[in-house]
């Protein structure tokens, strides 16, 4: 006890929190802020949240949509405001009415309603509150009550936008010449039921919780056990510009082998594998269940453009696939964390592991966990990391990439971090949570620090190296648009595989009675490969199935 108190004292001049007033911009989950807008030397903004903060369609009957307007230079609230408030979902308008609010802080609440007939969804939703005198046509909340909409809103999964026209503000009498408009968005989410049916006829439910727009196409793949599920998405690069994440779970019951406890994941958007950091395994939150979350941010969502190139931009869809990689065994170190001004304690656990075939020289995936008081996901944890060696000496530092909103965001309070470690030893690992949600709620902030012993590399699992000469590719293009039949690919890959010219990972030969067709999906497979869409573990799969199924034979 003694010596852990000691490294919390070591690391509290380390880092240092300061008052924070977040200018955190973009799509939130359940709350959101726009950027400010110079108003009479001030810069002022807008910020919506929800309560609850994650709301699943079918599980709430009302909700409370507060709209704040202030200033973030002091963080003040302006007074008497006129609003207009819009709810837009997937460009429809679903409400727009005027409201008024005396201390800035505007609650509505929303109570969903099903059912709309109109082609024009708005016609359906109705507005309650009483006019206030000064501010004609705005409704207002007497006493402790609040203004409300009723209509269909938050009955549907996706993205809504919260679109805000301050219309009057200090006095309700004095509008503006110019109305100052937001944008903000939150997320609203929406369980679907999928069941997959396994090699042996086995059926086991699957559960999508999307939080942008519904999933379609659900697809799984036996040869691999991955899980395929396509989505609308706008791929402009203006409107990528404008997203903070698109988050989508996959939950699975944890007795399917591929999907248990302790299995590593491998994701993909529109054939381009994304980031650890965008593909996280949440083994806590239910005893039976596995849950896998995309959160796929701005920075990932760029790349995957980049990679892609315009051809993605007007392709209107997201095409996600997760990939079940074999276990590891992993190292691990957990601590609590300390307020840095009392040193009492503060209701976080952190938790790190990595997997112990990592090693000195490498860069490792340390995966962080962050649970409150009663061991639960801490969602939307805000913080910062620092690597110390046994000489004192920091060796990597990360407290986000933003100087006025410090922290990386650890969106369902699981992250992981790739860190270079140059030798053997013992490290010290020193953690500072700014604290939660948008605005860094302080009462999970604090410091602490954990020990890890990092070993020297071990070998990697054998025979999992894939290796294609890149002239390979014309083949494929050539066997996908029909300029050579399925034989000639077949025998080709065969040839190619035996002289060992082409590697890839070892794999169980079928007997191959009676299949003698190639699937479609394998020769899209090869199309996508050819020009780029796919990487070369996504081909060497469909490569592994003809094997499996004995269609291609392999003669050693």
Known sequence: MNNKFTFFILIITAFTISTLTPNAFGHGLGGDMAPPISFGGMNVTVMTQLNPADIT?????????????????????????????????????LARNLFYDLDGTLDVEIKPE????????????????????????????????????????????????????????????????????????????????????????????????????????????????????????????????????????????????????????????????????ALLNDPYSYDDTNIIHFLITKNELQKINDSLGPKNYDSGIMKLKLVPQSGVSKSSTQFYLVDTKTNKQVPTTVSIAWDGSYGAGEEIPFELTFFDENRNLLKDVRYAYSLIDENNKEIKRNSGTDPQNPGIVAFEGLDTQKIFVPSQGQYR????????????????????????????????????????????????GWWADGSIDDNSFVQGIQYLIKENIMKIPSTTQGTGIGANVIPSWIKNNAGWWADGSIDDNSFVQGIQYLIKEGIMKIQK
């Open 57 to 93: 369609v079918g599980e709430v009957t009302s909700a409370n949509m507060q709209v704040r307007f202030f200033d973030t230079i002091t963080d003040k609230n302006l007074d008497k405001v006129t609003y207009r408030v819009e709810v837009w979902r997937s460009g429809d308008l």
């Open 114 to 277: 099903l059912g709309c007939k109109e082609m024009e969804l708005w016609k359906c939703t109705k507005y309650y509150g009483s006019e206030h005198a000064s501010a004609p046509e705005a409704l207002y909340a007497e006493g402790d009550g609040r203004t409300q909409i009723k209509g269909p809103i938050f009955d549907k999964g996706g993205l809504y936008n919260i679109r805000v026209d301050i219309e009057g503000a200090t006095s309700p009498k004095a509008l503006l010449a110019n109305r100052l408009s937001y944008d903000t968005f939150v997320s609203v989410a929406q369980d679907q039921d999928f069941f997959i049916k396994t090699a042996n006829a086995q059926e086991i439910p699957v559960v999508v919780k999307t939080y942008y727009d519904e999933v379609e196409n659900f697809k799984f793949d036996n040869s691999d056990n991955s899980i395929y599920f396509d989505m609308p998405f706008d791929w402009d690069p203006g409107y990528v510009d404008l997203v903070q994440v698109v988050h989508e779970e996959v939950r699975i019951p944890k007795s399917f082998t591929p999907y248990a406890e302790g299995k590593q994941f491998k994701g993909y958007v529109n054939g381009v594998e994304i980031d650890q950091r």
């Open 429 to 476: 690992i020193d953690i500072l949570v700014y604290g939660t949600g948008i605005m860094y709620d302080a009462k999970y902030a604090g410091i602490g620090s954990g020990i890890i012993e990092i070993g020297p590399s071990l070998p990697k699992t054998p025979g999992s190296s894939v290796s294609i000469p890149s002239w390979i590719k014309n083949n494929a």
